[in-house]
């Protein structure tokens, strides 16, 4: 049974940082793809950036290149999400998920998800 526990979010300041983990755990993921997404009230789930497995190719959502960065630490089946110069508009629930497909950015290329974390910034 594949588990997927984010942390890391919180309440921040404009212009602040926030790194977000994602510790993946009952499965074998080498071959699998790590995503955060968000979803801010109202608004549909969309897609933030992506990681692969192997290989560490990289993709990201336009609203979020160049401030913020994903990164892998293999050895402890962790995602993190490095996000810096918040807006307001990234407030939002962040999820993780893992995908068996290469740097999928839709939400149904996604097998598990894990519970999210809430992320708030204050302008």
């Known amino acids: 049974q594949v588990q997927l526990v984010e942390s890391g979010g919180g309440l921040v300041q404009a212009g602040g940082s926030l790194r977000l983990s994602c510790v993946a755990s009952?499965?074998?993921?080498?071959?699998?793809?790590m995503g955060w997404f968000r979803q801010a009230p109202g608004k549909e789930r969309e897609f933030v950036a992506a990681?692969?497995?192997?290989?560490?190719?990289?993709t990201y959502a336009d609203s979020v290149k160049g401030r913020f960065t994903i990164s892998r630490d293999n050895a402890k089946n962790t995602v993190f999400l490095q996000m810096n110069r918040l807006k307001s508009e990234d407030t939002a629930v962040y999820y993780c998920?893992?995908?068996?497909?290469?740097?999928?950015?839709?939400?149904?290329?996604?097998?598990?998800w894990g519970q999210g974390t809430q992320v708030t910034v204050s302008s």
């Open positions: 009952g499965g074998t993921f080498s071959r699998y793809s």
């Open positions: 990681m692969s497995w192997i290989g560490g190719s990289t």
């Open positions: 998920a893992v995908s068996r497909a290469v740097l999928t950015t839709s939400t149904s290329g996604y097998d598990y």
